[in-house]
């Protein structure tokens, strides 16, 4: 394993965010069904998840270990696989995110 998922808060992170995105998968389904707090309190753990996906980013772009550099890479190639410029980052891809997110929200409080 390499130094930088040698730590013990990155290894607690990725936990973290597997176990939150298993959350929302298994949820997904029956959103359309929750009543209005039910709905809210998914969009909070989606607002959550994407927040620490931003500081795991973050940290890995922080890092000069060559698996660190590789996941982000293979995370870069996805975003650009949903339709955003690879050469951007991350950037648009949590903007876009953020909208949506908020967005859903908005409807919520109409």
């Not at 959550?48 to 982000?72: C, G, N, T, V, Y």
């Not at 190639?77 to 859903?104: A, C, P, Q, Y």
Request: glycine letters at 4%; aromatic letters at 12%.
């Amino acid at each position: 394993m390499s130094k930088f998922f040698d730590s013990d808060l990155v290894r607690n992170d990725m936990k973290e965010l597997e176990n939150m995105q298993k959350k929302l998968y298994q949820e997904m389904m029956y959103v359309p069904f929750y009543d209005k707090e039910q709905k809210r309190g998914h969009l909070i753990l989606m607002k959550d998840f994407l927040e620490k996906q931003k500081l795991f980013i973050f940290r890995l772009s922080l890092s000069d270990d060559p698996e660190a550099i590789e996941m982000k890479e293979n995370m870069l190639d996805s975003v650009e696989f949903l339709g955003f410029d690879k050469k951007k980052g991350f950037d648009s891809f949590f903007k876009m995110m953020e909208r949506t997110i908020n967005g859903l929200e908005k409807t919520l409080d109409d």
